[in-house]
């Protein structure tokens, strides 16, 4: 797949005939536009042309889109390191009708220490230097020159998981011997859907040890089991966020990860916590 689009945007004639059959394929089903999830440009054994190839294909796509105003998007990496190697923010700009910024996974079962899956600010145990959250990230991709209204804040209706080294430490920023064990749903170690979350601590909640720092992110710990992740208080906190940096709008990772079939109260908490957070700043 990787080295398909790689050939694909530096060739003229295979670009062409691809823009081509993506028109005519969201024309002929009904479809409002097209978001791209390339990941990423000039990465993983991409070329370095493919940064300014992607603008080239952008804009051409963008072009074919004009006669019937469809949509164009891409789901684009946040870090300055991530932009400098793939992305010319202003070029993209001119063309797509929205950026979709994944903020999530700043932290995970790669790190050493436990962290949370997508902080807005920083953690209370980062260092004053550490800038690596989403406030830090929208502020990036605005200062690169993309206009705030086209940027979508990403939210992750899922936790990161750890396995504590001891419970003498179960804050950010604790000592970890890996990632916690896969979830009963999704089967993933390292990682819990929000419904698996909230359905363990609806059921074990005399175990829980669940820490909420305000309008910023939430962490819990069963024994030596650890996750950082959202909840509804969280996910408005950073809508309410979008809006006042006036930001296009919100995203998740993903609609199934929320709890869509109210195992633990009402279906689509995060979903509908967005919304509100959203509409009411
Ligand atoms: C970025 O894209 C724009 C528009 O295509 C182009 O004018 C500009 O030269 C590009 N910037 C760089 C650094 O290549
Ligand atoms: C948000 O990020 C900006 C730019 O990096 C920074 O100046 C500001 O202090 C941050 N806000 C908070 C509450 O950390
Ligand atoms: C936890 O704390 C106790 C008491 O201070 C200490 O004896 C023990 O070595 C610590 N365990 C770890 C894994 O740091
Ligand atoms: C719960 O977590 C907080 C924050 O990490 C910690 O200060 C506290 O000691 C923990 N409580 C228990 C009972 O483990
Ligand atoms: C937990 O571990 C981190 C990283 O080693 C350290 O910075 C922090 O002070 C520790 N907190 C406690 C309560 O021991």
Request: contains cysteine; negative net charge.
């Amino acid at each position: 797949m990787y080295l398909f689009v790689l050939q694909l945007v530096n060739d003229d004639t295979l670009r062409a005939t691809l823009v081509s059959n993506l028109y005519n394929y969201i024309d002929s089903n009904g479809f409002d536009g097209l978001d791209l999830d390339w990941e990423y440009p000039a990465q993983r054994g991409g070329a370095d042309s493919d940064k300014e190839q992607f603008v080239t294909l952008v804009k051409e796509l963008k072009e074919a889109f004009a006669a019937k105003s469809y949509l164009l998007t891409a789901a684009v990496a946040v870090t300055q390191s991530n932009i400098d190697l793939s992305y010319n923010v202003t070029g993209l700009n001119e063309y797509l009708d929205y950026f979709h910024l994944m903020l999530y996974d700043f932290y995970g079962s790669w790190n050493t220490e436990t962290g949370v899956n997508a902080p807005l600010y920083a953690q209370l145990t980062d260092d004053a230097s550490l800038n690596f959250n989403v406030n830090n990230s929208v502020n990036v991709w605005i200062s690169n020159g993309a206009t705030p209204s086209k940027l979508v804040l990403g939210l992750g209706a899922y936790g990161k998981t750890f396995t504590l080294t001891s419970l003498n430490n179960t804050s950010t920023g604790a000592p970890v011997t890996g990632a916690g064990a896969a979830g009963p749903y999704v089967a993933e170690a390292g990682t819990y859907s929000y419904y698996e979350i909230c359905e363990d601590q609806v059921n074990n909640a005399a175990e829980w040890n669940i820490t909420e720092v305000e309008g910023n992110y939430v962490y819990a710990n069963k024994d030596l089991f650890w996750v950082g992740y959202d909840n509804p208080n969280t996910i408005k906190a950073k809508a309410q966020y979008a809006k006042t940096m006036g930001l296009g709008g919100i995203m998740y990772w993903a609609v199934d990860l929320d709890d869509f079939s109210g195992l633990c109260g009402h279906k689509y908490p995060l979903i509908s916590a967005g919304i509100a957070g959203y509409n009411c700043a």
